[in-house]
C-alpha cells in the first residue's frame, strides 16, 4: 500500500472525521475515546479507506461480522474475539454486521500519564507489532465486558478524577488481557526481520529514555546510536523503521521526547531548567523550543494549562 494512498490519522477523530463517519460522543483532547461501533456504523455493510493510525486500540467484538486488515494480513471477524493493535501499521476494516462491539483508543501520552510511566515494563505486549485476534471464551468475555463497561461510564462522566479513574480501570483490563493471552509474551520472539528491528527499535527507544531521565546517560541518542545498538547502518535501520510504521526516527524520537516532557512537567517539584537537562539538553531555551514546536506551547503555558484542569 503506498503510504501516498492512505489517510494518516493521529487520533480516532481524525479518522472518523476524514471517512465521513458520525463524531458524536468522540473526546479530541484526553489522548483515550471508548465508544460502541453500533452507535456510528448505521449503514452497513461499510468498507473503510485504507488508513495508517498513530494511536493504540483494542477491539472487543461480541457479537459482529466483517473482516479486519492489518498490512498484508487479513482476519475475518468473529464473535467474543479481542484486537490489540499499535501505532504505526496500515489498516483497512470492513463490517457487515455489528450488535455489540466496544473499540478503546489511547495515546502513548495517555498511558505514561495516567496508567503507569514504565507501563511497557509490566505490559510489554503494547510493543508488539501485529498481534492476531484472540478468541475469549465466555466467562472471559464477560469479565473484560464488566471492564469496558466501567470505562465507558467513567468517560461519559464528569467525576473530578475522571482520566486517573479511566487510567486505574485500565490496568485492570490490561491485567486481565495479560492473564488470559500474554504471561509469557515477548515482543521480539515473532514476525519477519523488519517486524524484529522495528520492536527493537521501540525496546531501545523506552530503554533510553528511561535512562536519560534516572540520569544514567546525559545525551539523547542519535539515529546511529540507535542503528549501532543493533549492527545496522542508520540508512537501513532509517528505511525500515519508515517503511514499517510511517514515522522517520527522527519523529519517533521527537514525539518520544515530547511525551516524556509533558509527564515531568505536571510534577511541580521540578524546575523547567532541571526537566530540560534530564532529557538531554544544554540549554534551556533549546528545550523549550523544542516542546513549543511540537505542542504549540511553552513549557510554563502548558504547566499554568495542566495545572487548572481539574483531573490532571
Given at each position: 500500500?503506498?503510504?501516498?494512498?492512505?489517510?494518516?490519522?493521529?487520533?480516532?477523530?481524525?479518522?472518523?472525521?476524514?471517512?465521513?463517519?458520525?463524531?458524536?460522543?468522540?473526546?479530541?483532547?484526553?489522548?483515550?475515546?471508548?465508544?460502541?461501533?453500533?452507535?456510528?456504523?448505521?449503514?452497513?455493510?461499510?468498507?473503510?479507506?485504507?488508513?495508517?493510525?498513530?494511536?493504540?486500540?483494542?477491539?472487543?467484538?461480541?457479537?459482529?461480522?466483517?473482516?479486519?486488515?492489518?498490512?498484508?494480513?487479513?482476519?475475518?471477524?468473529?464473535?467474543?474475539?479481542?484486537?490489540?493493535?499499535?501505532?504505526?501499521?496500515?489498516?483497512?476494516?470492513?463490517?457487515?454486521?455489528?450488535?455489540?462491539?466496544?473499540?478503546?483508543?489511547?495515546?502513548?501520552?495517555?498511558?505514561?500519564?495516567?496508567?503507569?510511566?514504565?507501563?511497557?515494563?509490566?505490559?510489554?505486549?503494547?510493543?508488539?507489532?501485529?498481534?492476531?485476534?484472540?478468541?475469549?471464551?465466555?466467562?472471559?468475555?464477560?469479565?473484560?465486558?464488566?471492564?469496558y463497561q466501567l470505562i465507558r461510564r467513567e468517560y461519559k462522566g464528569h467525576a473530578t478524577y475522571k482520566n486517573k479513574i479511566i487510567g486505574s480501570l485500565m490496568?485492570?483490563?490490561?491485567?486481565?488481557?495479560?492473564?488470559?493471552?500474554?504471561?509469557?509474551?515477548?515482543?521480539?520472539?515473532?514476525?519477519?526481520?523488519?517486524?524484529?528491528?522495528?520492536?527493537?527499535?521501540?525496546?531501545?527507544?523506552?530503554?533510553?529514555?528511561?535512562?536519560?531521565?534516572?540520569?544514567?546517560?546525559?545525551?539523547?541518542?542519535?539515529?546511529?546510536?540507535?542503528?549501532?545498538?543493533?549492527?545496522?547502518?542508520?540508512?537501513?535501520?532509517?528505511?525500515?523503521?519508515?517503511?514499517?510504521?510511517?514515522?522517520?526516527?527522527?519523529?519517533?524520537?521527537?514525539?518520544?521526547?515530547?511525551?516524556?516532557?509533558?509527564?515531568?512537567?505536571?510534577?511541580?517539584?521540578?524546575?523547567?531548567?532541571?526537566?530540560?537537562?534530564?532529557?538531554?539538553?544544554?540549554?534551556?531555551?533549546?528545550?523549550?523550543?523544542?516542546?513549543?514546536?511540537?505542542?504549540?506551547?511553552?513549557?510554563?503555558?502548558?504547566?499554568?494549562?495542566?495545572?487548572?484542569?481539574?483531573?490532571?
Amino acid at each position: 500500500m503506498p503510504a501516498e494512498d492512505n489517510l494518516h490519522a493521529q487520533t480516532l477523530h481524525d479518522l472518523y472525521r476524514n471517512q465521513g463517519i458520525p463524531l458524536e460522543g468522540l473526546e479530541t483532547e484526553s489522548g483515550f475515546t471508548i465508544h460502541f461501533l453500533e452507535e456510528s456504523f448505521k449503514e452497513l455493510p461499510y468498507r473503510s479507506a485504507p488508513f495508517r493510525p498513530y494511536y493504540f486500540s483494542f477491539l472487543f467484538i461480541k457479537n459482529a461480522s466483517g473482516k479486519y486488515t492489518i498490512d498484508d494480513r487479513q482476519f475475518e471477524v468473529s464473535s467474543h474475539t479481542a484486537y490489540f493493535t499499535n501505532p504505526g501499521n496500515y489498516r483497512l476494516f470492513e463490517w457487515d454486521r455489528i450488535e455489540h462491539t466496544c473499540l478503546i483508543t489511547f495515546s502513548e501520552a495517555f498511558l505514561k500519564t495516567y496508567v503507569h510511566r514504565d507501563v511497557y515494563k509490566d505490559f510489554s505486549f503494547l510493543l508488539s507489532e501485529t498481534v492476531s485476534p484472540r478468541i475469549l471464551s465466555d466467562e472471559q468475555f464477560e469479565q473484560v465486558e464488566v471492564l469496558y463497561q466501567l470505562i465507558r461510564r467513567e468517560y461519559k462522566g464528569h467525576a473530578t478524577y475522571k482520566n486517573k479513574i479511566i487510567g486505574s480501570l485500565m490496568v485492570a483490563l490490561l491485567l486481565k488481557l495479560k492473564e488470559y493471552f500474554f504471561q509469557d509474551y515477548h515482543p521480539l520472539i515473532e514476525g519477519t526481520r523488519s517486524s524484529l528491528i522495528v520492536k527493537t527499535f521501540k525496546q531501545n527507544l523506552e530503554q533510553h529514555f528511561q535512562e536519560l531521565i534516572h540520569g544514567k546517560v546525559d545525551r539523547m541518542y542519535r539515529v546511529q546510536d540507535y542503528a549501532g545498538l543493533q549492527a545496522l547502518h542508520a540508512n537501513y535501520l532509517s528505511s525500515v523503521v519508515k517503511s514499517k510504521t510511517g514515522k522517520a526516527i527522527g519523529q519517533w524520537i521527537a514525539e518520544r521526547l515530547t511525551t516524556e516532557a509533558r509527564l515531568m512537567l505536571l510534577n511541580p517539584r521540578l524546575t523547567i531548567k532541571e526537566i530540560a537537562f534530564r532529557l538531554g539538553f544544554l540549554e534551556t531555551a533549546h528545550f523549550s523550543n523544542h516542546f513549543k514546536k511540537h505542542t504549540g506551547l511553552s513549557p510554563v503555558e502548558y504547566r499554568k494549562q495542566e495545572s487548572s484542569k481539574p483531573n490532571s
